[in-house]
């Protein structure tokens, strides 16, 4: 485990104690440098499924089972084809457009945001489309951007926004675990590594909660925003090669 690791580790769980989400892309986008993406995925499911139990409990007042239910269903159908693509091949062009798509819903958001509009009612297709692309981005890399978008749109609060979608990543990570177990995806060294940075996850995910307990309830929206387009500009810029490759 190098210090590079640490680090990652570190910051990813900061940013998901502050807003629930963006871990994965943090954590992907620092080691991606250094280490193979099927090698990141299976390590930050196995560090990050603790955090997102640990979140949907502390939050667990605030869960709608009309959010979270059908997103379990959904994202978990996804997985399935998305885990497969990460066996099988390269899917940088996935990316790309799925970043696009964040970073218009995250545009949306900000609009909507400044209009002071009101909590809308889900759309049923909105609903299925998100959830079975988001559950093919987590299959594929545990990216849960597109599943944070839907969840911003349905909730008010932080406290709903963060337990919502954290229990949807609690189910999608134990049934990916399940199906990364199956597939080969995870190793033995790799849960080596998932152990000896599980404490560098508390400790960003501690400072991380607390500083969003300082913060102003639209001061962490906000955050949630801007988190939102730079996770999606980010799978953008970082696999542009794929339309050129």
């Known amino acids: 485990m190098t210090i590079w690791m640490i680090a990652a580790c570190i910051i990813a769980y900061f940013v998901k104690g502050m807003c629930g989400f963006a871990n994965t892309l943090v ?3 620092i080691l991606s440098f250094t280490t193979n993406n099927i090698n990141i995925s299976p390590l930050e499911l196995l560090v990050g499924l603790p955090s997102n139990m640990l979140i949907a409990w502390q939050n667990r007042r605030q869960l709608d089972a009309k959010v979270w239910v ?15 693509f990460l ?7 996935i990316k790309c457009v799925f970043g696009a798509v964040v970073v218009l819903l995250a545009a949306e958001m900000f609009f909507r945001e400044r209009a002071a509009s009101q909590q809308t009612k889900p759309n049923k297709l909105i609903l299925a489309v998100l959830g079975l692309v988001s559950g093919m981005l987590c299959g594929l890399f545990g990216i849960g951007a597109l599943l944070a978008a839907y969840v911003g749109r349905t909730t008010t609060k932080t406290a709903s926004f963060k337990g919502n979608l954290c229990i949807v990543f609690t189910v999608e990570n134990l049934f990916r675990l399940m199906l990364y177990i199956a597939t080969g995806i995870i190793t033995l060294d790799i849960a080596k590594q998932a152990v000896l940075l599980l404490p560098c996850m508390a400790v960003g995910l501690a400072v991380g909660m607390f500083c ?3 913060l102003k309830e639209s001061a962490v929206r906000n955050a949630i925003i801007v988190l939102l387009f730079f996770s999606g500009l980010s799978l953008i ?3 542009l090669s794929a339309f050129f490759g």
């Open 27 to 29: 954590f992907s986008t």
């Open 70 to 84: 059908p997103l379990c269903g959904l994202v978990i159908l996804g997985c399935i084809p998305g885990a497969f």
């Open 87 to 93: 066996k099988l091949g390269n899917a940088g062009t």
């Open 212 to 214: 969003s307990r300082r």
């Open 237 to 239: 810029l970082t696999n």
